[in-house]
């Protein structure tokens, strides 16, 4: 019984005293009946949607059991958050889903969705709902726009009002308008990418779309299964299925109606199945593969994420606005003939994202929240549902009492949805309110599920610490389960011993598989552990900058030649940095038609630099475009559109702008191939102007040299352009890898030398750099990791490993050792991570004195790096470090006090040789 803190075995006993004290109901009345008046929620439903609360509970229960023993390693539950099975039934099974990780119903009822085992609830009117197939004109009727703040009349139930003003996207956006003039975005047989129709009854026809992969050019290729005609029998479902037992009779539609009989293997089951292997770190968990316990399944449209709070939010909304442009994309080429781009989801897809209350007060919600309010206010859709889900606590710190309605009602731009989990047909009945809203008017909205939390916060976790036992009684009042049970029970749809029997079988369900996954694999090796990480197929990266290369020499000239005013880059003499970029930009935007190069001031002004100059104006604002000051948004923007099969190139203005944002990099693009063994990848290649030496402008935060939290992200791929020949192919090598494998990349570039023309005199144009043509670019490619050497001299003496500014100030160095008699090799590493090892150790070896030239930090620099990499290999000749000073880099002349010079470089190469 429940006394001082809800332990698992209080939970069940209150669970099944309160079940057993229900009264019995007044009359049986069929399942198929609406549980109340003008509901869309039979009993049948009502019922599929208790089966799915059980199974959570089931597995939080069996969650703890697990841990009881040390086979169980992850112990956060949904308990008191079941009620997101009501939102699950209220949308699609594929809609995209990034959920946070009390989402076990939801998890559940999607499986059942997928597995055409849920049936899809609808109006008593039969009009369709957001479970439904949507009208091609819901999308094209000049809608209304709801500002999600105090004055947008929306009520607490969410409902729309007379308040709504006309929408107004058209007059923002003239894509859109056409779009909204013209395709309707109707599943027409033959046109667009094949999706799912929803049946009537629930069930799925046609393709489903399990995953994708972005194809060489940057196209999302969607990979599909088919779905049978009708819904499957529950003997078909359970043949279908390899590693069920032996299917009952009646099992599917007899569960769905109470009938006696355990429930076999069915898509809960699975759901299950999936969840406890994640809780044992089994090898065999369909998404992580035993690297963490996520909710994720690609045929699923449920795209895992980390338990870092908040932090997937930014990434949503990304997605949510890939998803706009793609499907206006996709109505543009059906006009015209060709349409290159397809999205992994249907066109009329919506978003949806979950987080916690206590989320809201996080940078990430606030970011994504202001971000989908300034996209909407500019006339930009983005169909994204957030799901906050309010249990009031955040760990032991309680959220103010009307705090979040309030911080959630403010948002502008962001409509405003609110629920009581404690009443399921009303949550369902608001969540459809809210998915159709979104979807009809492609607009972001905010739904406020209040719910509790039951069992604590985690296994570990005792609540008598910070809560009394009235808050954990009153709580228990309100859980999900027994408001579902209740539901039921007063609408004559079950008994209360019916219920009871429905959780028990569940139950022994879920402990049988968990004692079942207990025996599963585990990761056994590095090697297991790491292989989807960063995969890395060289010969297929070059192989596809060849074909760029045979199209743009090919096919693609006419094209190419008009981008370019009909003078090429190769034609135009040589470059600088900032040149050569914006050139490739411009060859790379030919070549990969999925790409997209944003950020703040990359469109209307060029780049702070002019290094996106004219872009713009190439390929237009839907494909070049400007965001807002929002590092945190920018890189969320960034990994939507790879996660939508678009290749990002989004641009942080100044390196030291990074560091406000870096976890959407560590902790979001860097994991999403590793939790997801691929399954789902975001490509990117991120551009961020950096490093130090900009003569009369800056300080700290336009010099910043601080590199050390990039390459400490596992899998993340940093690339340095010093010279303007190299340009190009480094962001050739890394748009080919984004393509290819998934692979996120830095191209760090170095702010002083973007417009450099002069290496050692005044006029002599010898930094400059000629432009590859096409025919040259295979020829040229540059590999990940591999190095670049320049011999100054005899190129005997002293091996000299540098990047980015070093490199020009160690290649005058050694013009000044070569004066002296000293041969220098000067090794551009070109790479920062992965370092070029090999060529490292070969040129070290070759002379058998090393000096790194790092203009990073001290403590924490990439020569700490590079060091270690001669240590490990067995380098036995000297080695010496030039280094900057630990220290933020000052203002003026102050700079040079504290950054690696010249005169510190070829200081360092003598004392190397007095040894």
């Not at 590859?772 to 001299?793: L, N, S």
Request: glycine fraction near 12%.
């Amino acid at each position: 019984m429940l006394i001082d803190v809800t332990t698992p075995q209080d939970l069940d006993d209150r669970f099944r005293e309160t079940l057993g004290a229900l009264p019995e109901p007044e009359r049986r009345r069929d399942p198929a009946e609406p549980v109340r008046a003008g509901a869309a929620l039979t009993g049948r439903h009502l019922l599929a949607l208790f089966d799915a609360q059980v199974t959570s509970r089931q597995l939080d229960l069996a969650g703890r059991w697990l841990r009881s023993f040390d086979e169980g390693y992850y112990t956060i539950g949904s308990a008191g958050h079941e009620a997101n099975a009501a939102v699950a039934a209220a949308l699609r099974p594929t809609d995209p889903a990034l959920l946070h990780y009390r989402s076990g119903a939801f998890y559940c009822t999607r499986a059942a969705q997928a597995a055409g085992e849920f049936p899809a609830p609808r109006p008593a009117d039969g009009t369709p709902t957001s479970g439904g197939p949507v009208a091609a004109a819901d999308f094209d009727d000049g809608g209304t726009a709801g500002s999600g703040g105090p004055d947008d009349g929306v009520s607490g139930s969410g409902g729309p009002t007379a308040a709504d003003g006309p929408d107004q996207s058209a007059a923002h956006d003239p894509d859109d308008a056409a779009d909204r003039t013209g395709g309707a975005p109707e599943h027409a047989a033959g046109t667009g990418p094949a999706t799912p129709a929803v049946a009537e009854a629930g069930g799925l026809t046609g393709t489903v779309t399990a995953g994708y992969r972005v194809g060489a050019d940057g196209t999302a290729e969607a990979v599909t299964v088919e779905l049978p005609a009708d819904p499957p029998s529950a003997d078909d479902a359970a043949a279908a299925r390899p590693d069920a037992g032996t299917a009952p009779e009646r099992r599917g539609e007899a569960a769905a109606e109470g009938a006696p009989g355990g429930p076999d293997d069915d898509a809960y089951a699975d759901a299950a199945r999936d969840v406890l292997r994640g809780m044992v770190a089994s090898a065999r968990e369909p998404i992580a593969g035993g690297r963490h316990k996520v909710f994720g399944r690609a045929d699923l449209a449920v795209v895992p994420t980390t338990s870092t709070i908040a932090s997937h939010l930014p990434r949503a909304v990304g997605l949510g606005l890939a998803l706009e442009r793609l499907r206006r994309v996709e109505t543009a080429g059906r006009r015209g003939g060709d349409s290159p781009l397809r999205s992994p989801w249907p066109r009329d897809a919506i978003v949806v994202c979950s987080f916690g209350d206590a989320s809201v007060n996080h940078a990430s919600a606030t970011a994504a929240l202001n971000t989908a309010g300034w996209y909407d206010h500019t006339g930009l859709r983005i169909p994204v549902l957030f799901l906050c889900e309010d249990n009031g606590l955040g760990i032991s710190v309680r959220s103010p009492e009307g705090w979040v309605e309030r911080a959630l009602r403010a948002r502008p731009g962001v409509r405003y949805f609110a629920a009581d989990g404690a009443d399921p047909v009303g949550t369902y009945a608001v969540a459809a309110e809210a998915a159709a809203w979104v979807r009809r008017h492609r607009r972001p909205a905010v739904l406020h599920l209040r719910t509790v939390r039951l069992m604590g916060h985690a296994g570990a976790d005792a609540e008598t610490a910070y809560r009394s036992t009235a808050e954990i009684t009153a709580d228990e009042a309100r859980d999900p389960l027994l408001a579902t049970a209740r539901t039921l029970v007063e609408a004559g749809m079950a008994t209360g011993e019916e219920l009871l029997t429905r959780y028990d079988e569940r139950g022994w369900q879920v402990r049988r598989i968990a004692e079942e996954v207990l025996d599963e694999p585990k990761l056994g090796s590095v090697a297991e552990v790491v292989a989807p990480l960063a995969p890395r197929r060289p010969a297929r990266v070059a192989a596809t900058v060849a074909e760029s290369a045979a199209r743009a020499a090919g096919p693609g000239a006419a094209a190419r030649a008009e981008v370019f005013g009909g003078k090429p880059p190769e034609l135009a003499g040589p470059l600088t940095l900032a040149q050569s970029v914006n050139a490739a930009l411009a060859d790379a935007m030919l070549a990969h038609p999925g790409m997209a190069v944003f950020g703040e001031d990359v469109a209307a002004k060029g780049g702070v630099y002019g290094v996106t100059k004219g872009l713009r104006e190439k390929f237009g604002a839907a494909r070049v475009f400007d965001t807002l000051l929002d590092e945190t948004s920018v890189l969320g923007l960034g990994l939507g559109a790879g996660l939508a099969g678009m290749l990002p190139v989004p641009e942080i203005q100044y390196l030291a702008y990074l560091h406000n944002a870096e976890d959407q990099l560590r902790g979001e693009a860097a994991t999403m191939q590793f939790f997801s063994q691929g399954a789902f990848r975001n490509p990117m290649v991120v551009r961020v102007p950096g490093l130090a030496y900009q003569e009369g402008f800056g300080g700290h935060f336009h010099n910043d040299n601080s590199v050390a939290v990039l390459r400490d992200v596992p899998g993340l791929v940093i690339a340095v352009p010093a010279r303007p020949d190299d340009a190009a192919p480094l962001l050739r090598t890394c748009l080919a890898a984004a393509a290819v494998d998934g692979t996120v990349s830095v191209l760090l570039e170095p702010i002083a030398l973007y417009h450099v023309r002069d290496l050692y005199e005044p006029g002599d144009g010898e930094w400059l750099g000629q432009y590859a043509e096409p025919g040259a670019w295979a020829a040229g490619h540059v590999p990940i990791g591999r190095a670049r050497v320049y011999g100054v001299g005899s190129a005997e003496d002293v091996t000299i490993l540098t990047f980015g500014n070093g490199v020009r100030m160690s290649l005058r160095a050694a013009a000044t050792l070569a004066d002296e008699g000293i041969g220098t090799r000067v090794v551009d590493l070109r790479w920062l991570a992965p370092l070029p090892v090999a060529d490292i150790i070969r040129e070290a070896s070759a002379t058998g004195r090393v000096l790194v030239v790092d203009e990073t930090r001290r403590s924490g620099g990439v020569g700490e790096g590079i060091i270690a990499a001669l240590v490990d290999a067995g380098y036995v000749g000297a080695a010496r470090r030039v280094a900057a000073i630990d220290s933020f880099v000052p203002l003026g002349p102050a700079a040079r006090q504290v950054l690696v010079s010249e005169e510190a470089i070829t200081q360092g190469a003598r004392a190397l040789l007095a040894r």
